[in-house]
């Protein structure tokens, strides 16, 4: 039997009172981590511009460029063929930039509200709208803009349609 005389004063076995001292000695021991905040936000902005440049090249050189060049410039994705090379003069808008550069906006195909929606996005007026009867055309689509190209059109001047009658 035991006596109370060999009770320990805090009512810990030995091998936990040795546990406890161990564990006090290691948190006491262990240095506190350091972080520097400015650095790994930094850090992080960096990773994310790289990832978003990769991402851009990548859709780049998929051909994803020119579908984004020609949908913000308003143009329409299809090739002209040469044969029609007089008509899409007669729908192409060449609009110049403030920095002289220039870019054609191609309305054939346009009916009114998406040629209306091309000069607000050019800050360009619109003008007159005029039917012309003309066999074999999409009625409301545009026919002819004036002035086309070669002439340039700049932010405020004033676009004329025609559009087809049916």
Known sequence: ??????????GCTPFEEELMNAMNRYADSAEAPE????????RTRRRRTVGIAAVAAAVIVAGGG???????????SKPAASSTAAKSDATTMLFRFSDGGT??????????????????KTQTK???????????????SVLE??????????????????ICAG
């Open 1 to 10: 039997m035991t006596s109370n005389d060999d009770a320990r004063p805090s």
């Open 35 to 42: 972080f520097d905040a400015p650095r790994i936000v930094r």
């Open 126 to 140: 619109l003008g007159t709208v005029s039917k012309k009867a003309v066999k074999g055309c999409k009625p409301g």
């Open 66 to 76: 020119t579908a984004l060049a020609t949908s913000v410039a308003g143009g329409d």
């Open 145 to 162: 803009v004036t002035p086309h190209a070669p002439k340039t059109v700049k932010k405020g001047d004033t676009v004329n349609f025609t």
């Open 103 to 120: 870019v054609p906006i191609d309305f054939s195909g346009f009916d009114l509200v998406l040629a209306k929606q091309q000069l607000l």
